[in-house]
């Protein structure tokens, strides 16, 4: 039976993937589109429920949009340099004016700044603001008491506050005004609890300041100084804005359900902290020097991953929270009719034995807290480590969270090599008193075990999994662990694999959606980090102009702001998933960090045996 589309109605919501840029105040985060529309935040912080969803459905699921009523000649949009305060600027026929929006560093609630400003002329601006809480749901009580425009549902308060004249039009409140040259007008959103006070007032000018400030502040700690500096500081403040300050956790992405193929069904909740790309933040901050984050996520693992290292999770809510159960909202249409819209995230419950590898890495490398935390990190890497030694030779889901059933992937049992390798290295330094003998042992057993099952001579590369005749991106990931050196014959055999059977349109695919079965329906487009891990193959393998023409080539694919999604479509020249997508900004600074010569791979005492 023919299943029928869901009719929607309102007008349509979501502005290209590519169109839209990051605010933050490192506790959640705002889309705002080029046409000056905020289409996607959530309140009070990243995985709360949405007040503005008109991303994933229409216009009657929430927006705030400003920009000149008159039709827009030309447009230009650019962030400051060095903070997260983006600058839009519309010109029409009559005149040009600039929209600054940001969000301040959080007190104690949380605000939305927009100011206006006339450049030149005279400028007629509309602005519309549709609250609607609950993803979309839920229409506010709306009131005007003394110029603090206040929406209301249940516990959640909004307050609006501005000069100008507001007035009610279909279930949105509307405002018109013209700005010559000079004149400004300031526009505040401020969310806070409907059981407290109302929020204070602030100063938009004073917050602007305090803004520019902290960005400024955090970006001059930046030690990197290679050729690609605008593009690494860029992907570096986009992961700082993904940190969630109170835990120190880092979430993947700001959004939801975002496809992977333009009306498929692979739409996954990337508005949790995983282990793995933590993991991987904290390498490359730590490579860039900031040491206070690594700190803060070491505090924030150690309170996630309390109690029996049988009961580790791969993904954990922003707060160390495990609870994640996956529904669908399904009065939401999805990203232009890309359905379901799913909340929550079930692979919290799957089993991949990557993750030890990732957190053994990054505890090597995280530097030493106060000696309670190092005794606490070093007593949890010991339970991790002997608790991966009696499973590491099960099957799991892997890197890729696949759904159709565990198996022995080989990017899997090369991270449990990992785990094993730092944890040695990790005891070996601080005489932690681990069982050494043991580790070393289950270290030895598994590289042999995966350079005999995990490589396939016919095809002269290592492959998904064991036994397995597909190729996957996650074994370009061998290398960059130093399980194996660059020279290698089997590292070049590999590299050389994916790159003709695995790029589409000269960037790499996860794997073969066709002839794997990952337990989900549809094709994806192509993932934007296994692009940047063949980078950094390419360079240390020898093949350093192939390197850099990719990586250049990948550089270019950011949008004008230069932010990246999740995935890529090549032929449509179009963004993908989840937006901004850490792992993509992550795996941007890593290559650029191999390019630049300041960094190698961590190779292993046994990274050369076979």
């Given at each position: 039976?023919?299943?029928?589309?869901?009719?929607?109605?309102?007008?349509?919501?979501?502005?290209r993937?590519?169109?839209?840029?990051l605010?933050g105040?490192?506790?959640?985060g705002a889309?705002?589109?080029?046409?000056?529309?905020?289409?996607w935040l959530?309140?009070p912080?990243?995985?709360?429920?949405?007040?503005?969803?008109?991303?994933?459905g229409?216009?009657?699921?929430?927006?705030?949009k400003?920009?000149?009523?008159a039709?827009?000649?030309?447009?230009?949009?650019?962030?400051?340099p060095?903070n997260?305060v983006?600058?839009?600027?519309f010109?029409?026929?009559r005149g040009?004016?600039?929209?600054?929006?940001f969000?301040?560093?959080?007190?104690?609630h949380s605000?939305?700044?927009?100011?206006v400003?006339?450049?030149?002329?005279?400028v007629?601006?509309?602005?519309?603001?549709?609250?609607?809480?609950?993803?979309?749901?839920?229409?506010?009580?709306?009131?005007?008491?003394?110029?603090?425009?206040?929406?209301?549902?249940?516990?959640?308060?909004v307050?609006?506050?501005?000069?100008?004249?507001?007035?009610?039009e279909?279930?949105?409140?509307?405002?018109?005004f013209?700005?010559?040259k000079?004149?400004?007008m300031?526009?505040?959103?401020?969310?806070?609890?409907?059981l407290e006070?109302?929020?204070?007032?602030?100063n938009?000018?004073?917050?602007?300041?305090e803004?520019?400030?902290f960005?400024?502040?955090w970006?001059r700690?930046n030690?990197y100084?290679?050729?690609?500096?605008?593009?690494?500081?860029?992907?570096?403040i986009?992961?700082?804005?993904?940190?969630?300050?109170?835990s120190?956790g880092?979430?993947?992405?700001?959004?939801?359900s975002?496809?992977?193929?333009?009306g498929?069904?692979?739409n996954?909740?990337y508005?949790?902290?995983?282990?793995?790309?933590?993991?991987?933040?904290l390498l490359?901050?730590?490579?860039?020097?900031?040491?206070e984050?690594a700190?803060a996520?070491?505090?924030w693992l150690?309170?996630?991953?309390?109690g029996?290292p049988?009961?580790?999770?791969?993904?954990?809510?922003?707060?160390?929270?495990?609870?994640?159960t996956?529904?669908?909202a399904?009065?939401?249409p999805?990203?232009r009719?890309?359905?379901?819209?799913?909340?929550?995230?079930a692979?919290?419950?799957?089993?991949?034995?990557?993750?030890f590898?990732e957190?053994?890495?990054?505890?090597?490398?995280?530097p030493?807290?106060?000696?309670?935390?190092?005794?606490?990190?070093t007593?949890?890497q010991s339970?991790?480590?002997?608790?991966?030694c009696?499973?590491?030779?099960e099957?799991?889901?892997?890197?890729?969270?696949?759904?159709?059933g565990?198996?022995?992937?080989?990017?899997?049992?090369?991270?449990?090599?990992?785990?094993l390798?730092r944890?040695?290295?990790?005891?070996e330094?601080?005489?932690g008193?681990?069982d050494?003998a043991?580790?070393?042992?289950?270290?030895?057993?598994i590289?042999?075990e995966v350079?005999?099952?995990g490589?396939?001579?016919?095809?002269n590369?290592?492959?998904?999994?064991?036994?397995?005749?597909?190729?996957?991106?996650s074994c370009?990931?061998?290398?960059l662990?130093g399980f194996?050196p660059?020279?290698?014959?089997r590292?070049?055999g590999?590299?050389?694999?994916?790159?003709?059977?695995?790029?589409?349109?000269?960037?790499?695919?996860?794997?073969?959606?066709?002839t794997?079965?990952d337990?989900v329906?549809?094709?994806?487009?192509?993932?934007?980090a296994?692009?940047f891990?063949?980078?950094?193959?390419?360079?240390?393998?020898?093949?350093?102009?192939d390197?850099?023409?990719l990586?250049e080539?990948?550089?270019?694919?950011r949008?004008?702001?230069?932010?990246?999604?999740?995935?890529?479509d090549p032929?449509?020249?179009?963004?993908?998933?989840?937006?901004?997508?850490?792992l993509s900004?992550i795996?941007?600074?890593?290559?650029?960090?191999?390019?630049?010569?300041i960094?190698?791979p961590?190779?292993?005492?046994y990274g050369?045996?076979?």
């Open positions: 039976m023919r299943e029928e589309k869901k009719r929607v109605k309102g007008r349509p919501g979501g502005a993937i590519e169109d839209y840029c605010i105040d490192c506790e959640t889309l705002v589109s080029r046409e000056g529309s905020i289409d959530c309140w912080n990243f995985s709360s429920g949405a007040c503005f969803a008109a991303l994933l229409t216009q009657d699921h929430g927006f705030w400003i920009a000149p009523k039709k827009v000649k030309a447009l230009r949009r650019r962030y400051e060095g997260l983006v600058e839009t600027t010109e029409t026929a040009e004016v600039r929209v600054t929006d969000m301040p560093p959080r007190g104690k605000d939305v700044v927009r100011i400003r006339g450049v030149r002329g005279r007629t601006m509309r602005m519309d603001l549709a609250i609607r809480f609950d993803y979309g749901r839920t229409i506010p009580w709306v009131t005007s008491n003394g110029g603090d425009w206040q929406a209301v549902a249940g516990p959640d308060r307050v609006l506050r501005t000069s100008a004249r507001l007035r009610g279909g279930m949105t409140t509307v405002s018109e013209t700005l010559a000079g004149q400004r300031v526009f505040t959103l401020t969310y806070g609890s409907s006070k109302l929020p204070k007032r602030i938009a000018e004073k917050a602007l300041t803004t520019r400030r960005w400024k502040g970006t700690r030690k100084r290679g050729p690609y500096a605008e593009a690494v500081e860029r992907s570096l986009s992961l700082k804005a993904l940190t969630y300050k109170p120190g880092i979430v993947a992405a700001v959004t939801t975002l496809p992977e193929k333009m498929g069904s692979r996954w909740d508005r949790y902290c995983w282990l793995r790309d933590t993991a991987f933040t490359v901050l730590i490579q860039a020097g900031y040491v984050e700190i996520w070491r505090q150690l309170r996630a991953a309390a029996a049988d009961q580790i999770q791969t993904i954990y809510g922003i707060d160390g929270g495990r609870q994640l996956e529904w669908v399904d009065w939401l999805g990203y009719g890309s359905s379901p819209v799913r909340i929550g995230n692979a919290a419950g799957q089993f991949q034995l990557d993750v590898g957190v053994a890495a990054a505890l090597l490398r995280t030493q807290a106060e000696d309670e935390i190092r005794v606490s990190a007593a949890l339970a991790l480590i002997d608790h991966l009696g499973v590491w030779m099957p799991d889901e892997g890197i890729w969270e696949t759904r159709g565990r198996q022995h992937f080989t990017h899997s049992k090369v991270m449990a090599w990992v785990a390798d944890a040695i290295r990790y005891y330094r601080f005489d008193g681990g050494i043991r580790w070393k042992r289950e270290r030895e057993r590289h042999k350079c005999e099952k490589f396939n001579k016919k095809l590369s290592f492959v998904q999994s064991y036994g397995s005749k597909e190729l996957d991106a370009l990931r061998i290398v662990v194996l660059a020279n290698d014959p590292i070049r590999t590299v050389e694999a994916i790159e003709k059977h695995l790029m589409r349109n000269g960037l790499v695919q996860r794997y073969n959606t066709r794997t079965d337990g329906f549809g094709d994806e487009g192509t993932f934007l296994c692009s891990w063949m980078v950094t193959n390419l360079w240390l393998i020898g093949r350093k102009e390197a850099i023409a990586f080539r990948l550089l270019k694919l949008n004008d702001v230069g932010l990246l999604s999740e995935e890529y032929v449509k020249k179009r963004m993908l998933g989840n937006f901004p997508q850490a900004h795996a941007l600074v890593h290559s650029a960090f191999a390019i630049s010569g960094w190698k961590d190779s292993g005492r050369s045996h076979s």
